[in-house]
């Protein structure tokens, strides 16, 4: 699924999401997904590691499983 359908906002939105949760990600690693909420691959959280996280349409957390 091409990444240009996640919106700057959206990613904006990821990005301070992920700051309250102390990780962050690659802009170029989040993808939307079939049930409108976003994938994010590769997310580097401050002393925990590495993970992928699911969140849904409200950027919910909804999945993360460690890398």
Same mark, same amino acid.
């Given at each position: 699924?091409? =990444?240009?359908?996640?919106s $700057? &906002?959206?990613?904006?939105?990821?990005?301070?999401?992920?700051? *309250?949760?102390?990780?962050?990600? /690659?802009?170029? =690693?989040?993808?939307?997904? $079939? &049930?409108?909420?976003?994938?994010?691959?590769?997310?580097?959280? *401050?002393?925990?590691g590495?993970? /992928?996280?699911?969140?849904?349409?409200?950027?919910? &957390?909804?999945?993360?499983?460690?890398?």
């Open positions: 699924m091409a =990444d240009d359908m996640v $700057d &906002e959206a990613k904006e939105k990821i990005a301070a999401k992920l700051t *309250e949760m102390r990780c962050e990600v /690659d802009p170029d =690693d989040i993808e939307m997904t $079939d &049930e409108g909420g976003y994938d994010l691959d590769d997310v580097i959280c *401050e002393g925990t590495q993970f /992928d996280i699911e969140l849904d349409a409200e950027f919910n &957390e909804v999945n993360r499983r460690a890398e």
